[in-house]
């Protein structure tokens, strides 16, 4: 069983939709709660980043993290086509050295 | 751009010749990240440095890898007698770590390494 399991989709969804997108985890060590976003061919870019359980909202993104049942979502309002690309959850420890992965989920959205 | 740069951003070679990677972190962070990244899958983390010790190796990063960080700066990583199985993006990450305070990685474009 892998640390973080993460549905790899493809999830395609209107322009305008509300975008869910989830990752669960095994390991109760983790602390630490990011959201990347990863274009064709490029790096990936932190969206949000939480230590917490809880909500944290940052336009039209928001993250949730419920450590009691090891799992994690983000969010996403108003879909925009720019949105499509890979969102990789990503989980760290204390003292924040590596970082564990998710496999990333594709998201199309189309106009 | 004051992110993390990386060069080459693509490299091809053939199996059994060396290559090795350049890593520039953000200036002000000390903590710097070496990942690997294969088709459809998350980033797999390989090693970590704090300024210039190498604090954390993964058992992914056999004896053919190399990873350097003389003055706390750039790094290099060096993979001797590539494999097919080396095909990959290999990124880079730094962060600013106080401690055991937590400040998030934030990752270059990659090196996307393929071997003939």
């Known amino acids: 069983q892998k640390e973080v399991e993460q549905d790899p989709g493809p999830l395609s969804v209107p322009e305008g939709a509300i975008v869910s997108l989830n990752c669960t985890y095994s390991?109760?060590?983790?602390?630490?709660f990011m959201w990347y976003r990863q274009y064709s061919r490029k790096g990936p870019e932190l969206l949000m980043y939480?230590?917490?359980?809880g909500n944290k909202e940052d336009g039209r993104f928001t993250a949730q993290v419920d450590k009691s049942s090891k799992y994690i979502s983000l969010f996403i309002r108003d879909s925009q086509p720019s949105d499509s690309a890979t969102y990789l959850c990503?989980?760290?420890?204390?003292?924040?050295?590596?970082?564990?992965f998710g496999t990333g989920t594709r998201l199309l959205v189309s106009p | 751009d004051t992110g993390v740069s990386q060069d080459p951003r693509h490299k091809i070679t053939k199996r059994g010749q060396n290559v090795t990677f350049r890593c520039d972190p953000i200036?002000?962070?000390?903590?710097l990240y070496w990942y690997r990244q294969t088709l459809g899958q998350g980033p797999e983390f390989l090693t970590y440095f704090q300024n210039e010790a190498q604090l954390e190796k993964s058992r992914l990063l056999s004896d053919r890898f190399s990873a350097e960080r003389p003055k706390g700066s750039f790094s290099t990583l060096e993979i001797q007698r590539t494999e097919q199985g080396d095909s990959a993006m290999y990124l880079c990450?730094?962060?600013?770590?106080?401690?055991?305070?937590?400040?998030?990685?934030?990752f270059g474009d990659g090196t996307r390494l393929s071997i003939l």
């Open positions: 200036s002000e962070h000390n903590r």
């Open positions: 939480t230590y917490s359980s």
């Open positions: 390991n109760s060590a983790f602390q630490y």
């Open positions: 990503a989980l760290g420890g204390r003292g924040f050295q590596k970082l564990v």
């Open positions: 990450a730094s962060s600013l770590g106080v401690g055991v305070g937590h400040q998030p990685q934030h």
